[in-house]
């Protein structure tokens, strides 16, 4: 069996462990043939560097106040923010009502204007962990207001693809922030637009190592948020 998985991971990914890294960005027929159809990741430099994101957003004043009228408190931004002990949302935590059982933990979620969502992100409380992320499309609509510092699409993915995005989201963490190990049902392009992401892939014949399991469902809870 050891060797069959061998054999099957090597036609999936080829002999090499190294993603591929392109230069700049690839056409829609290189990104279709090579990368999408054969399921396989890459990294792509240069491909974003024309977006005023890129030289914008690492400056907190700026997102603050394109995300907030300093003179309106009825104007500024409302964002998703998930709140967790330890930066680990939808993990897999003791059970509370027996540590020796596990349970599915989600995030406690709470809204809240961009500024003092980004000063929780930037000075991580004793009591938990900030991290701005909403999965449903929450680029444009909590944070269209940042719309026009990037492109609406990626033309060469549309094309690849033959569609358009489905869902544009925006993920703001400081270096506590962690995703749990997941499979996703679709095509993503990620974007680091600021800061670093560290990311550990498996590839479509390595799901046997998930070890797929149902655990009891749970949720974090916080009466009161301070900054």
Same mark, same amino acid.
């Given at each position: ?14 002999? &090499? #462990?190294?993603? @591929? *890294?392109?230069? /700049? +960005? ?79 933990? &989600? #995030?406690?979620? @709470? *809204?809240?204007? /961009? +500024? ?88 479509? +014949? ?22």
């Amino acid at each position: 069996m050891e060797r069959l998985w061998e054999e099957v991971r090597e036609l999936s990914l080829g002999s &090499s #462990a190294e993603i @591929e *890294r392109l230069e /700049f +960005p690839p056409t829609p027929l290189q990104f279709l043939r090579d990368f999408v159809s054969p399921n396989k990741p890459c990294i792509i430099s240069n491909a974003t560097l024309h977006w005023p994101a890129v030289s914008l957003w690492s400056q907190t004043d700026y997102l603050s106040q394109v995300l907030s009228d300093s003179n309106s408190n009825s104007d500024q931004a409302m964002v998703s923010v998930h709140l967790t002990p330890d930066g680990r949302a939808d993990a897999l935590v003791p059970h509370p009502g027996n540590a020796s059982e596990l349970c599915f933990a &989600s #995030a406690h979620v @709470e *809204r809240m204007p /961009f +500024p003092l969502a980004l000063r929780l992100i930037s000075s991580p409380s004793a009591g938990f962990v900030a991290y701005a992320q909403e999965q449903n499309d929450c680029f444009r609509t909590e944070y269209s207001r940042l719309a026009p510092d990037c492109e609406d699409h990626i033309p060469w993915a549309s094309d690849a693809l033959g569609c358009l995005p489905e869902a544009v989201n925006l993920w703001i963490g400081n270096h506590l922030s962690e995703t749990s190990f997941h499979k996703d049902h679709y095509e993503n392009l990620y974007a680091v637009v600021s800061g670093q992401k560290h990311f550990l892939l498996l590839p479509p +014949p390595d799901f046997h190592r998930m070890y797929v399991r149902r655990y009891p469902a749970a949720r974090y809870s916080y009466s009161q948020v301070k900054c």
